[in-house]
């Protein structure tokens, strides 16, 4: 079974910059796609960013511009920089992993990014 281990949360001020780190016990290759969802309090979970195994990304219209999402392979893992960071982006963010057979999905456990004015 696919395990993630997510680093790189913490506290930030607004404007200021985080990177966040999620390493996969298997092959980046061995997956459909590889990705961010973030979870505020009282809300549901968004998807944030994710890259396939082509290396295509893809952004929420929210982080567009201000977040990118990178990978390298040689070390089975995701990266998600985020810039010009704001309130509302304090959330729980969530590595995850899809499989190419009925794309199912594995979820990190999570690292809180929090945003203080």
């Known amino acids: 079974q696919v395990q993630l281990v997510e680093s790189g949360g913490g506290l930030v001020q607004a404007g200021g910059s985080l990177r966040l780190s999620c390493a996969a016990s298997?092959?980046?290759?061995?997956?459909?796609?590889m990705g961010w969802y973030r979870q505020a309090p009282g809300r549901q979970r968004e998807l944030v960013a994710f890259?396939?195994?082509?290396?295509?990304?893809s952004y929420a219209d929210s982080v567009e511009g201000r977040f990118t999402i990178s990978r390298d392979i040689a070390k089975n893992t995701v990266y998600l920089q985020m810039n010009g960071l704001k309130r509302e982006d304090t959330a729980v963010y969530y590595c995850y992993t899809e499989s190419f057979v009925f794309l199912e999905r594995t979820w990190g456990q999570g690292t809180q990014v929090t945003v203080s004015s």
């Open positions: 890259i396939t195994s082509g290396g295509s990304t």
């Open positions: 298997g092959r980046l290759f061995d997956f459909n796609a």
